[in-house]
């Protein structure tokens, strides 16, 4: 859960969303600001009812990173 797969995924600095490298903007909160820099990989189906989701501050369903830099 903790590897690290930088080289097909990059983080949204902002929210942590993980896209596509190709990808030019987050989808979730409209940044450009991204970093291939990242560790820890969660996925979020339901933000409402997620402890992991509340504690990352995450709002929406999605791949996301826990440590992005
Ligand atoms: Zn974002």
Request: aromatic share 8%; hydrophobic share 35%; proline share 4%.
């Amino acid at each position: 859960m903790s590897r690290k797969s930088s080289a097909r995924f990059k983080c949204c600095l902002k929210c942590r969303l993980l896209l596509q490298s190709q990808a030019n903007i987050c989808p979730n909160c409209k940044s450009d600001n991204f970093s291939f820099d990242w560790s820890g990989l969660v996925v979020v189906f339901d933000p409402e009812n997620s402890a992991i989701a509340k504690m990352l501050k995450i709002t929406k369903p999605g791949k996301y990173a826990i440590k992005c830099r």
